[in-house]
């Protein structure tokens, strides 16, 4: 029997000086079960393919004189017009291109100038009198580039791009009509010729929607000179030395499929802090 007493106060004992040490360690919760990830928002995996485009725009053409040809003389003269200049006109545009990756597209533009007006003066000798003239024209034009542009990168859905533009331009001419200050008129048929022409351009575009964009710009165009007017009156025939165009466009930029540039990026996923212990 005593030693069953001793046994039992024994493990009393024990018991007695476990529990402070229990009761001294330290609460750790539990882990923090991690959050679900969401779900990324859908990127497009492509780089736009095809688009279509339309333009509208205002432009000053610098008309860069003209040169013509006087039969009062044995073997004829060559002259150039005192003064020139062509109002500005709006013109619209269609075009058709294609997205190759997420820097550089390509496309093909017509444009059609509306009328310009022209007004000129002339002077020279005439059996020994000496004579002026005020010269009126219009002129309008169609013009065809292929285009290539560099993307810059896209910032808060607006893409600012650099180009440039190769192609030809169809110059129509109204007919030329002469006034001499002592009130004789002549009239010299106007002529339409194809020139070759080239373009550089720059501007940008801003997402309205994943597949709509708005493009607003400017444009310089060179376009080459050629035939303006028919012989007439004793003078011609007179061919222009071509254009220096300023042009502010704006237009709608429609891509097949979408484009990157388009797309919100996706959210950064949701990651818990770590728990040190």
Same mark, same amino acid.
């Not at 485009?53 to 053409?61: A, C, L, M, Q």
């Not at 496309?107 to 007004?119: A, P, V």
């Given at each position: ?5 001793m046994?039992a /106060?024994f493990a009393a004992? *024990? %018991?007695?000086t476990a529990?402070?040490a229990l009761a001294?360690d ?7 079960q991690?959050m ?5 928002m859908?990127v497009?995996?492509n ?12 432009? =000053?053409s610098?008309w860069?004189?003209a040169e013509?040809?006087?039969?009062d ?6 002259r150039?017009?005192?003064?020139g200049s *062509?109002?500005?006109?709006p ?6 291109g ?12 017509g ?10 003066s002339?002077s020279?000798? &005439?059996?020994? &009198?000496f004579?002026?003239?005020?010269d009126?024209?219009?002129m309008?034009?169609y ?10 990168g896209t910032?808060?859905r607006?893409?600012p ?5 190769i192609?030809?331009? =169809?110059?129509?001419?109204?007919d030329?009509?002469n006034?001499?200050?002592?009130g004789s008129?002549f ?6 010729s ?8 720059a ?6 929607t994943k597949n /709509?964009?708005f493009d607003?710009g400017y ?7 050629g035939?303006m007017?028919?012989?007439g ?5 007179g061919?222009d030395?071509?254009?220096n165009?300023?042009? &502010?466009r704006?237009?709608?930029r429609?891509q097949f ?7 919100e990026? %996706? ?5 818990p802090?770590p728990?040190?212990?």
């Amino acid at each position: 029997m005593r030693k069953i007493a001793m046994k039992a /106060l024994f493990a009393a004992m *024990l %018991a007695g000086t476990a529990m402070p040490a229990l009761a001294a360690d330290p609460y750790y919760p539990p882990d923090p079960q991690p959050m679900p990830m969401p779900m990324p928002m859908p990127v497009a995996d492509n780089y736009g393919g095809w688009y279509i485009r339309g333009d509208v725009d205002y432009h =000053w053409s610098k008309w860069r004189s003209a040169e013509y040809i006087i039969y009062d003389e044995p073997l004829g003269q060559t002259r150039t017009f005192d003064s020139g200049s *062509l109002s500005g006109a709006p013109s619209l545009g269609l075009g058709v291109g294609y997205q190759i990756d997420d820097h550089f597209r390509v496309d093909l533009t017509g444009d059609y100038w509306f009328k310009s007006n022209f007004k000129g003066s002339t002077s020279g000798w &005439v059996d020994d &009198v000496f004579y002026t003239s005020t010269d009126k024209s219009k002129m309008s034009a169609y013009l065809l580039l292929a285009n290539a542009y560099v993307d810059l990168g896209t910032w808060h859905r607006i893409t600012p791009y650099v180009g440039a533009g190769i192609g030809g331009a =169809w110059i129509k001419w109204d007919d030329l009509n002469n006034t001499l200050d002592d009130g004789s008129f002549f009239r010299h048929k106007g002529k339409g010729s194809w020139r070759f022409a080239y373009a550089a351009m720059a501007g940008a575009s801003y997402c309205l929607t994943k597949n /709509l964009k708005f493009d607003a710009g400017y444009r310089f165009s060179h376009i080459n000179g050629g035939k303006m007017f028919e012989f007439g009156g004793g003078a011609g025939p007179g061919y222009d030395k071509g254009f220096n165009t300023h042009e &502010v466009r704006g237009g709608l930029r429609y891509q097949f499929g979408g484009g990157r540039d388009c797309v919100e990026p %996706a959210p950064v996923p949701y990651e818990p802090a770590p728990v040190y212990k």
